[in-house]
């Protein structure tokens, strides 16, 4: 077996699987070139009386790493959680989406697979970077257009939009104390993009905040509702906010 000193325990890997063994099988690491062992007793939370009713020899499966030396791998797959199985299964979709782009329409397309890596460790470290908005880090390598162009268009087809809902409450109690709000409000719409403010009844305003990228959208988020509680109290009224759950 090849050196397995480079998994550590606790790590999730999708594996493929090589072979049926009758008490466990035999299962490769993906993108690794590595092998490793899952015992019968660790393939299911169901109780397993045959491997076959568990796998299937060519599937793929979501397994942890629970012990791990320089000559052999034990792996689990009951043993992994909801959330890591999710997370696990995106990223190899991602990297494998965006691995046949590059070899659609790059030359050289281990070349450049070798490149992204290197600088950013995994392809889709490297995707999460153009998620956030950051268009620039395609510069960084000689790539033509027409890839550039078709790796943007997939990770816009990816995006999630995320739009931020907060409930305001404020108060005035001076004369002026509706101008006030409304000027209050109207400054922060104009300070900030993506933000709009509606009226539902007094003293209650629902804020809506969307940026673009995740990243962006909390930011903003963030910074209007510190400015709009530094300046209610510039203007005397009572600010209150809470965040709704969508």
């Known amino acids: 077996m090849a050196d397995t000193s480079s998994i550590k325990v606790g790590d999730v890997y999708i594996c493929k699987v090589k072979r049926l063994l009758q008490h466990g099988v ?26 076959k009713d568990a796998v299937r020899e060519n599937s793929m499966v979501v397994c942890k790493v629970i012990e791990s030396t320089p000559q052999s791998l034990s792996l689990s797959i009951k043993r ?53 908005g950051d268009a620039t880090v395609l510069d960084e390598f000689k790539i033509k257009q027409e890839l550039k162009d078709a790796i943007l268009r997939f990770v816009e087809s990816t995006r999630k939009k995320l739009v931020l809902k907060t409930m305001l409450t404020i108060r005035a109690y001076s004369e002026n104390g509706v101008e006030d709000i409304k000027k209050l409000l109207l400054e922060q ?24 990228s995740t990243k962006k959208t909390l930011s903003e988020n963030k910074k209007i509702l510190s400015a709009l509680e530094k300046k209610s109290e510039e203007l005397g009224l009572d600010f209150e906010y809470k965040e709704i759950k969508s």
């Open 80 to 132: 992994v959680g909801d959330n890591e199985k999710r997370q696990t299964l995106k990223e190899w979709s991602v990297n494998n989406r965006l691995q046949r782009l590059i070899e659609k329409y790059d030359k050289s397309p281990q070349t450049t697979i070798d490149e992204i890596k290197k600088a950013y460790g995994t392809l889709y470290d490297f995707y999460s970077e153009l998620l956030d």
């Open 26 to 51: 035999i299962v490769e690491v993906d993108d690794t070139g590595k092998e490793g062992f899952i015992h019968i007793s660790e393939l299911s939370n169901r109780w397993v009386s045959n491997v």
């Open 189 to 212: 719409k104009s300070a900030h993009k993506g933000c709009t403010f509606k009226y539902i009844k007094a003293p209650n305003y629902l804020l809506e905040v969307d940026a673009g």
